[in-house]
Each structure stands twice: as structure tokens, then as C-alpha cells.
């Protein structure tokens, strides 16, 4: 396999050899997307629970891999929390292999009719479901996204190319190689699975700029990472955003409800997009509610930010300033805001959040409905936690990432996001 060493040649020009490098990559990847598209379902289907298979019987040297990275993001002083996204365990390589089965076991949307007509001139047209080609995918350190996006193209007959980030790139490589192994053997294309083990940043530019190749970008991970890849990106992209996730406590919540919810929405798993970032309160509530969810963040290793009022009640927290109601911290650390009223609530949400997920807790059906039609996010929630937004909780069997734009898809991609359509126009000579 081509690696980074090879461009170390005195004289000669990185960059132009990296472009030339992943143009070649996207070019075999091409070729194989026109071969998938033509697969039957069963083909595919085998080949995902053959994937399956693969991981669970390679499981050792997967996590050999996994744990040469962790002990180089150790080395490097990465952050706990990040670590967390970069470990895999046998219980995580097992999530990913049910996910794979999952998916194989999800309907095909592939071909599936979704419009016809005859129009009066005896035209029949039809609106069917096609597969894009191939899809970019640009990630950094999550190394499940590997196969979720494996499994999601092959399903609805796309290639892949995939740039994941240095932090993960031992454990990339040995998945990459574990589920071509698995769909070769299955006659699928060789490069129906290509992946770019450049870490250069060059890389990421020179992917999103082979327009004629690529047919869409699909970038993963923080705001950095998205927004150079949309600022340079000349190929189609969809954003998979940032999560600054809010849970708002309403002062007709059930606060029996509320403290589970909002201590497991941040310390479950901070590291994830969708973990809650911020937590608002209404006042009437406040002086009963905040002091108990502060204890058990604090017990829990949570550092917590607040505004003058949260203060007021609880003066062991730090205060909170602007930058951080806009913060994705990633991390064990939560900003805490007292409002008046509903109004308020949605009002700081729909200027700080990300267009991901918010939630309300509350007994009132008006106050809920209100929420969730005002609150423009991918998702909203009612008396539950912002952690279940993710294409597996949404029986997707996996997702490709949670879009938080407005256009083609929208909050966890399964399938059908992966997917556009072709019309299907049949006549008996008509002329115009």
C-alpha cells in the first residue's frame, strides 16, 4: 500500500504528488461504483453479513491496531474525551458488526419507484432511487465511521473513498483491509472500499476538488474539519454539523425525569456530537432542580459554567461567558443558563445551537408542541436525552453522519440519503 513516506523524494512536489495520489485512488473507486450499481440485493446483503463475519474473526488484529493509536494520541496529550472516540473495544467492534447486519437486513432502496404518471400525451414516466456513484467521506478520529460508511455505500451501490484522520490511522487501515478482504471474497469490486492513508491536510483539499470523479462530499467531525472542506470543497457536499446540544428543563417538567436525562445526556459520553452541551432551566424550578443535577455533575467529574443567576444558586460554578454558550466542548464540561420563560429558551437556542438536537422536559403538551415547532433543529425531543440522535438508535442500522442542513437530507443519513433519483421516460413516438 502507498503511504506518506513515498512523497518524501528531495526535489519533487508534495502537493502535486498527493493530488496525483488520491486522483488515481478516486479513479479505481470510480470504476467500481459503476460495477456496484448494477448488484442485486442478495449480493449485497451477503457481502455486508460477510463483512460481519470478517470483523468478529479479525477482532484481535483489529484492536492491535486500535491500540497503537491510542498509545500514540496518549503520547500526544490528546484529551480523554477524544481518546474515548478513538477506542475501540470488543463490545464497540461488536456494535459495528451488528450494525453491518443490521443494515443487510434493512430494505434496498435502490430501484424502488417513488413517482409515475402517463401524461395525456401517452408519456409514462417514472421517479426511481439510483446510487450517487461515489461518495467522499472525510472524518477524523471516530473509527466506526469506517464501517458505517462501508456498509451504508455498498448497500445503496455506491464506492467509498475515505480520508479518516491521523489519530485513528493505524486502526482506518486495518478495518479498510479486513472489509475488502470480505467483500472480494464475495466478487465485489476491489475498490469499491479505497481509503487515503495521506494525514496531509493536501489530501483533503485534492479529494474535494475531483469534481469529475467524486459525486458527493460528506465531511465528519468539528467545525474545522467542516468548514475547510466546504470552503474548498468543488464537489457537492453535505454537512454533517457540529453539536452544541441543548436540554431545556420547563417548569412543568417532571424534574423526576429531568435528572437522569440531563446527567446522562453529558456524562454518558462526552465526546459525541450529540451529548448536551448546554442545559437551561426555567426559574421557577431552579432553586429545587439546580442544586441536585449540580451535585451529581460535579460526583461525576463534570466541570460546570454559569450565568449569574445559576451562580446565585450555586457559587461553585465557573462563570460562563459568551464563547462558551457556543461551545461544542467534546468534553466533561457543561454551561448552565436560568431563563424566564419558554420563549427565552427557545430564543438562546435557535442563536447558540447547530441545527442538531434539542430537547424539552415537561408535563405541558402546549409548551411541547411550541418547542418543537419553534426549535429549528435536525432533531427535537420531548422528555428524553439528545444521545439518540444516531442512525443506529433510529433503526437505521448505521449512519453516514447527522446532516444538520436543510437541503436533500436532514438529522441521522441512512439509506436513503445516500441515494438520488432518475426519471424513466417511455414513449411510443411522440415529437414536441
Sequence with gaps: MMTEEIFMVEGRDLKMLIKQ????RAKLAKTAAAKLATLSTETKNSALTAMARELENRQA????????DIKAATEKGIRSSMIDRLRLTPERIAGMAEGLRQTANLPDPIGTEDFHDTRPNGLKIRRIRVPFGLIGIIYESRPNVTVDAAALCLKTGNACILRGGSEAIRTNKKLVEVLTAA???????????EFIEITDRDAVIAL??????????????????????????TVPVIETGTGVCHIYVDKDADLEIALPVALTAKISRPSVCNAMETLLIHKDVAENFLPKITAQMI???????????????????KEATEEDWETEYNDLILSVKIVNDL??????????NTLHSDSIITRNEDAAKKFQALVDAAAVY?????RFTDGFEFGFGAEIGISTQKLHARGPMGLDALTTTKYLIEGNGQTR
Design 21 to 24: 495520489f488520491v486522483a488515481n
Design 61 to 68: 488484529e483489529i484492536l492491535a491496531a486500535n491500540d497503537e
Design 183 to 193: 467483500t472480494t471474497a464475495q466478487g465485489l469490486p476491489e475498490h469499491s472500499i
Design 208 to 233: 474535494c476538488r475531483l469534481r469529475k470523479s467524486v459525486d458527493l462530499i460528506i465531511p465528519r467531525g468539528g467545525a474545522g474539519l467542516i468548514t475547510r472542506v466546504v470552503e474548498h470543497s
Design 299 to 317: 460526583e461525576n467529574g463534570v466541570e460546570l459554567r454559569g450565568d449569574e443567576a445559576s451562580r446565585k444558586i450555586c457559587p461553585e460554578m
Design 343 to 352: 420563549d427565552e429558551a427557545i430564543d438562546h437556542i435557535n442563536r447558540y
Design 382 to 386: 420531548v422528555n428524553t436525552s439528545t
